[in-house]
């Protein structure tokens, strides 16, 4: 008698797993897209970064962010309590948790962009130059960001491997920022603004970096959600050559 009542009662657990993870890919999906609105609203920055109004809008969003990780991260705990779920059910759980905390890692770093942009001078001799390689990192982290959380939703790991791949040029572009005001600044007295400015830039430039890196970490998880193997640590993600089997398949 027991064993029929638990085979019934099968469905509408299932029923109630699947509807929380729908609540929580619900909640991932807006807290992405709050992030990538802080991008667009700090790139905004480096075009006008005297605009009173993108401060405070980074502000109120961050908060929401801050709300939102700690929401998820406690639902894919409840998750793994109430349902024991089964091994693809928990990498999904796994990746949400980790992917939470690198979404809201980003947030952190636009907001350390946005304050930076704030303090700089562009118009002193020799800064505003640097707005076009800044906002070309912007461009490149926001596209990484995207198609990392798209590699992730629409099940991809084509457009995880390729999220991976482009963490170069965002690196090679934060060392040509450095490099460049290096050269540029280094036979010079500086002005202490000058030296805020320099300071800042190379800053943003390392934030950015970082961005990217947290795309990369995304990408990852969705990978380990898609194909069962954990890339992270690997010297070089690369994709399974033919005939290679995922770690589902292999099991």
């Known amino acids: 008698m027991n064993s029929g009542n638990e085979k019934g009662n099968a469905p509408y657990v299932r029923g109630i797993k699947d509807n929380y993870i729908d609540q929580l890919h619900g909640d991932f999906q807006l807290i992405s897209e709050i992030v990538l609105t802080q991008i667009k609203l700090a790139s905004d920055l480096v075009r006008d970064n005297r605009n009173k109004e993108?401060?405070?809008?980074?502000?109120?969003?961050?908060k929401l962010i801050n709300s939102l990780d700690v929401t998820i991260k406690e639902k894919v705990i409840n998750a793994i309590m109430l349902f024991t779920p089964r091994a693809s059910d928990l990498r999904r759980l796994m990746a949400y948790h980790?992917?939470?905390?690198?979404?809201?890692?980003?947030g952190d770093l636009i907001e350390n962009i946005a304050f930076a942009l704030e303090g700089i001078d562009f118009s002193l001799a020799g800064f505003e130059k640097y707005k076009k390689p800044i906002d070309k990192m912007f461009v490149q982290t926001d596209k990484m960001l995207k198609n990392a959380l798209f590699a992730f939703t629409g099940v991809s790991n084509e457009m995880a491997y390729d999220t991976i791949q482009m963490d170069d040029k965002v690196d090679?572009?934060?060392r040509k920022i450095e490099r460049q005001l290096a050269e540029d600044f280094q036979n010079e007295v500086q002005s202490s603004q000058s030296l805020v400015n320099i300071m800042n830039l190379n800053s943003i430039s390392y934030y950015l970096e970082r961005i990217g890196d947290k795309a990369v970490d995304i990408a990852e998880s969705a990978v380990y959600v898609i194909e069962g193997r954990d890339i992270r640590h690997v010297k070089e993600s690369k994709k399974?050559?033919?005939g290679e089997k995922s770690g589902d398949e292999a099991r």
Request: proline share 8%.
């Open 54 to 62: 993108i401060i405070p809008q980074l502000k109120r969003n961050e």
């Open 98 to 106: 980790d992917m939470t905390i690198s979404m809201e890692r980003v």
């Open 172 to 174: 090679k572009l934060e």
């Open 240 to 242: 399974p050559v033919a």
